[in-house]
Structures are given as C-alpha cells and as structure tokens.
C-alpha cells in the first residue's frame, strides 16, 4: 500500500534564542540555520523513513526547487509537487530556545495555492486501501478528503496548525484524527462533547514527553504508549515525526501498539536533534534507540 500527503513544504529558519522576545523586545540569536520543513514534508519524511511509499501533493514557489529535490532525495515521490510560479515557496520562522522548546510562524505561500486538478490527478493513481494524510497548512483539505473517500481510501486528519472550523469541516471525512492534549481538550470543549464522544473512528492524542494514546472510538478500546525519556535539544516537528511513522506503520499492517512505539521513539529520538525533515530519524535508528532503553521505560 502507499501513503499520499497533501502537505505544505517550508523553508524553515531557526533562530536559536536564551528565551522568545516579549512585547516590544528585541533579541538578537545566537545562531541562524535553514532547512527543509513544513508540517506535511515532515510527515512526508517521516513516513518514508519508517519504510512506506509516499506520494507527497503539494507546492513551491520557483525559488523552491531545492526543497523539492531534498525531499525526492529523502525518498518521498514528489511527481506530485508543482511549481507555482505565481507565489512564494511557504517558509517558517522558528524560535528555539535552550530547553528545545520553540514558537513558530508560518507564512503559506504556495502551500494555500495546490489546485483541486492537481489534487484530482494525484489521487487517481490511488488503490483502495491507501491512506491521504491531511494537515492544516494547505488548501483543499476538504476536496482531497471527499476524493480519497470516493476511492475508498483512508484519510488520516493532523488537525495542526488547530483551527477550530477546519476540524468541524474535516471530521465527517477522517478516519483517524491526530492532536497534541491541547488540541483535544480545545476540540471537546468546542463542540461539547468528551474527547472520546468526538464523531471519527480512530483518535490519536500526542502528550508530548508524556506519550501517546490511541483510540478506538467504535470499539471503546484505548492504548497508551509512554515516550521514553530524552534531553531534547528541539522539539521542533516532533508532531510530525509520530504521525509520519504512525500512518506507516499502520499502512505497512503493523499492530497498533508497534506503530504506537515505533512513532513515540522517532519523536523522542528527533527531540534529541536540531532542525525538522533532516532531524528525522530512519527505521533502523528507532529500532536500534529503542533496544537501548533500559526495561523499564
Ligand atoms: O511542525 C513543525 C513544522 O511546523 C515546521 O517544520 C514548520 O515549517 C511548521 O510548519
């Protein structure tokens, strides 16, 4: 089976910082790196490192071309990417600060400019039973979605960046939903409801350093997998990371508690690395890192 990513592609810019400026302050970095990110290359990455096919669907200015190549020469078919020549290629501002924590702005660009045709030709190659990842930082969720359901595809729905009216839109087409504890507590409180009454099939919640718990909401069932413990270093794409390897392993027809370990050990490995799709670790580094671990964790 294969993954298609409908995902935003970014120049991310990381600023290292000693804490994020205030109101009217200004900072000064003390270093200032760029690399390829973007929720959806991320994912991109992610997936194909845990060893699934990915067809990436997506957008990048003319200047973007780079971020294109990088993401083929990590393994990710990018037939599928086009070049708009019309806008800039998405870019991230990140902050990082010394405990690895960060805070992110994005500006879109091309990612808020993938045609439905595009989207349309994509999917078509598409086999029952493959899987469209879905994030919040591109156009034609909703189109995408209808399209992979008509297929009889899976859609996996990463509702970051959260928009409260993207997921109300989303959620009649997702099989699984994937939100950080925030998110989810947001989500129930918005539409009334306790996380588990949320109307989709499968709910991933990401807790961070805590871990993970995967839902099963037809059947009432919930796995929850803690992460093990790391020094991060940047947390930056840690979301992306568990979801890429969680898709794969479920596309690769892995039970789902091994999915869920293998996700919460890319994460917790990339937290230990500067930088977002380069930071993401391969499928024999998970498994190595996680042999490692002392019984207990
Ligand atoms: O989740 C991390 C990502 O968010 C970064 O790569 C940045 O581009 C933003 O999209």
Redesign the pocket.
Known sequence: MALYNLG?I???WFYQVTHCPMDGETVAADGCVNGL??????QSVAAARAGSVVHHIGSVGGEGVWAVEQLKSMGVDVTHVAIELTGPT???L?FVTPDGE?R?V?FPGTNRMIEDADVKTALSRAKPKDTLLIQN?TNAQAFAAQRAKARGMRVVYSA??FDLESVREMLPHADLLAVNSVEAAQLAEALGVEITALPVPELLVTRGAKGATWHDLKEGESLFVPAPKVDPVDT?????TFAGYFCAGQDQGLAVAECLELAVGAAALKVTRPG??EAIPSLSEVRLFLESLPAAQ
């Open positions: 935003s970014n120049t991310d990110g973007g929720k959806g290359a991320n998405g870019h991230a990140i960060n992110i994005i930082e970051a960046p930056t794409g840690a979301g992306d977002t799709s």
